[in-house]
């Protein structure tokens, strides 16, 4: 248990804010997300959102391509192989803590 406990302060704190993991979830979940499919399956603000994805991408954790279609800008996003084995690493050490806690 010693371990896991240890592990746990040690867990990536850019992936462990709530509205960074929810990003971050559904990117591993797709190949990559556009920003309208990102807000609607976060539920965060437009504002919250960029901001999210502008930490993220400083940390090389996702990449954000910014194009026009149309006269539209589009913004898709996708996780880089960094922010794969961070979220993997991030979610072993989760439920290695969760596999030890009992909760009555």
């Given at each position: 248990?010693?371990?896991e406990?240890?592990?746990?302060?040690?867990?990536?704190?850019?992936?462990?804010?709530?509205?960074?993991?929810?990003?971050?979830?559904?990117?591993?979940?797709?190949?990559?997300a556009?920003?309208?499919?990102?807000?609607?399956?976060?539920?965060?603000?437009?504002?919250?959102?960029?901001?999210?994805?502008?930490?993220?991408?400083?940390?090389?954790?996702?990449?954000?391509?910014?194009?026009?279609?149309?006269?539209?800008?589009?913004?898709?996003?996708?996780?880089?192989?960094?922010?794969?084995?961070?979220?993997?690493?991030?979610?072993?050490?989760?439920?290695?803590?969760?596999?030890?806690?009992?909760?009555?």
């Open positions: 248990m010693q371990r406990v240890h592990d746990i302060t040690t867990i990536d704190r850019i992936i462990h804010e709530p509205a960074r993991l929810a990003i971050i979830a559904v990117l591993s979940a797709c190949e990559s556009d920003f309208k499919a990102l807000l609607h399956l976060t539920g965060l603000t437009k504002g919250n959102l960029s901001a999210q994805l502008q930490k993220l991408e400083e940390a090389d954790y996702i990449t954000i391509v910014k194009s026009f279609q149309g006269r539209y800008p589009h913004t898709d996003c996708a996780l880089t192989k960094l922010g794969r084995q961070a979220f993997r690493v991030y979610w072993q050490r989760y439920k290695s803590l969760g596999d030890v806690i009992e909760l009555e």
